[in-house]
């Protein structure tokens, strides 16, 4: 289970310091998907940098609890993948050493056992045929299914997604969230996305928190019926929409 607890951050300019995130406190069960919306600005980025320990909290932080063991949140510890809005992979490597690089780094390198995993993954994910081809030879929605098989080969402790989607076309990204979401099936990673579209939240989040722009707090939408399911448009599903925008504005 990942824990944030009172944490607190910003950025320091010549002048003053900006804090970004506020006292912020949440959970995420294990293998369970928060789905965190929020306005443009309000600290989405800004909290999946922090937790991928690229910048750290100043007061407060995140922990990894399991079998009763709290540790502070660390990739050194944890095993935290990350699939940011581009892709992510590196131009030079090609799509199998980019999936590979992450358990390489870590000594993990599985050889056979690792290979045949990505296999199965980029089967699952329909870019078997792109293994050997570099990341600049790809479009957008194949490099995002090669980040998202370059993440979950990893098995990581903890998945942090931001906005991974919105670069791609309507048609593109639904093709990829169906396929992310049958991997995370299969997986039970504990994901944190985060998005400024409420469709997207509504459609990958088991749990569903709003972050206001002002205090860096979130609420939430505890139960999601909506998970997993693509809708149209429904008296119901229309007026839950209209709760979360209203929450947003
Ligand atoms: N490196 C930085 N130095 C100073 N301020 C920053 C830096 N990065 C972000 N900010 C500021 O922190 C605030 C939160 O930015 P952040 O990128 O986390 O928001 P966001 O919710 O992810 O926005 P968006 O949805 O537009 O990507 C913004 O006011 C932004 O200008």
């Known amino acids: 289970m990942l824990v944030l607890e009172d944490a607190s951050l910003g950025y320091q300019s010549k002048k003053n310091k900006k804090i970004v995130i506020h006292n912020l406190t949440l959970q995420i ?73 992450p358990l390489k780094i870590r000594k993990e390198d599985r050889d056979r056992e690792g290979i045949k995993e990505l296999e199965e993954i980029s089967k699952a994910l329909h870019i078997e045929e792109l293994l050997d081809r570099y990341p600049g030879s790809l479009s957008g929605g194949q490099a995002q299914r090669a980040a998202i098989a370059r993440a979950f080969l990893r098995k990581p402790d903890l998945l942090l997604m931001d906005e991974p989607f919105s670069s791609l076309d309507a048609i593109t990204a639904e093709e990829a969230k169906k396929l992310y979401l049958s991997l995370w099936e299969k997986y039970r990673v504990t994901v944190l996305l985060v998005t400024h579209n409420i469709e997207e939240a509504l459609y990958l989040g088991n749990r569903i928190g709003v972050m206001s722009r002002e205090r860096g707090s979130i609420q939430y939408l505890e139960s999601n019926p909506y998970f997993g399911s693509v809708v149209k448009s429904n008296d119901e599903y229309d007026k839950t929409k209209d709760i979360l925008m209203k929450h947003l504005l």
């Open 29 to 101: 069960e294990d293998g369970e998907c928060l789905a965190i919306l929020g306005p443009s600005g309000c600290g989405k980025s800004t909290l999946v940098n922090a937790l991928a320990g690229m910048l750290p909290f100043d007061s407060g932080g995140a922990f990894y609890e399991k079998d009763g063991l709290k540790e502070v949140l660390s990739p050194k510890l944890h095993r935290i993948g990350v699939i940011p809005q581009g892709s992510g992979l590196l131009p030079w490597k090609t799509v199998r050493e980019n999936c590979l690089l």
